[in-house]
C-alpha cells in the first residue's frame, strides 16, 4: 500500500491530470475562452498537504503543489478523509459490484419511457453471457433516477405504478437482492 503522501501526489499530478484530459477531449467545452478556474484544495490534519488547480479554457489543467495565491474556491477536508474517499471509490465498489455479477446469470432491459416524438430506447444488461432469465423495467427517466439515487424504492414504485415489471419475478428478486448496494433505496 502506498504511503499517505504518494497517494496524494498521484492522483493530483498523474491521475487528475490525465482523467481532465480525457474528459475534455471527449467532451470539450466550448464559449469558455479566455476564462480561468482556480481551487484550492487543502488536506488538514495529519499527512496533511495542499494543492492548487487551475482550469484555464475549460482545457487546460494545471497542479501546483502548495497551493495558490487568492483561488476562487478553496475545499478543506481531513487528509485522512480524502484517502478514504480514493480508496473507497476504487476498490470497495468494484469488489462489491465483482461479488454481486460474479454467480448472476441472466440479462435485465431498461426501457426508460422517453417523450412523446422521441425513438424507444433500451439499455441491455447481459450478465456472464446468460439471455434467460430476464426481466425488463419500464419507468419514465425521473423515477429511475429516484430509484437510482435511493430516493425512491423499487417496491414502492411498482406497488403505485411508476415502474413496470415485465418477466421472470424471482430473476428481478435476486438481483434486488445481490445489487442493493448500488441501489440505497432497496436496502
Not at 142 to 162: D, V
Amino acid at each position: 500500500m502506498p504511503e499517505v503522501t504518494e497517494i496524494f501526489e498521484k492522483f493530483f499530478e498523474s491521475v487528475m491530470p490525465q482523467m481532465f484530459q480525457t474528459v475534455t477531449e471527449v467532451f470539450p467545452v466550448s464559449g469558455m475562452e479566455g476564462t480561468t478556474f482556480t481551487v484550492v484544495v487543502n488536506l488538514t490534519g495529519e499527512n496533511g498537504t495542499t494543492y492548487g488547480i487551475t482550469i484555464e479554457d475549460a482545457r487546460e489543467l494545471t497542479i501546483t503543489p502548495g497551493g495558490l495565491d487568492d483561488p476562487m474556491l478553496t475545499v478543506e477536508l481531513p487528509a485522512s478523509l480524502f484517502v478514504d474517499m480514493i480508496r473507497n471509490t476504487v476498490s470497495s465498489p468494484m469488489q462489491d459490484l465483482y461479488n454481486a455479477a460474479k454467480d448472476v446469470q441472466g440479462t435485465i432491459v431498461f426501457e426508460p419511457l422517453l417523450k412523446e416524438g422521441q425513438p424507444p430506447l433500451s439499455v441491455k444488461l447481459i450478465m456472464n453471457q446468460a439471455e434467460d432469465p430476464n426481466i425488463t423495467l419500464s419507468a419514465d427517466v425521473p423515477t429511475f433516477m429516484r430509484l437510482m439515487n435511493g430516493e425512491e424504492s423499487p417496491p414502492t414504485a411498482f406497488m403505485q405504478g411508476k415502474i413496470k415489471i415485465d418477466g421472470n419475478m424471482p430473476f428481478g428478486m435476486e438481483l434486488m437482492t445481490k445489487f442493493q448496494a448500488f441501489m440505497p433505496g432497496m436496502s
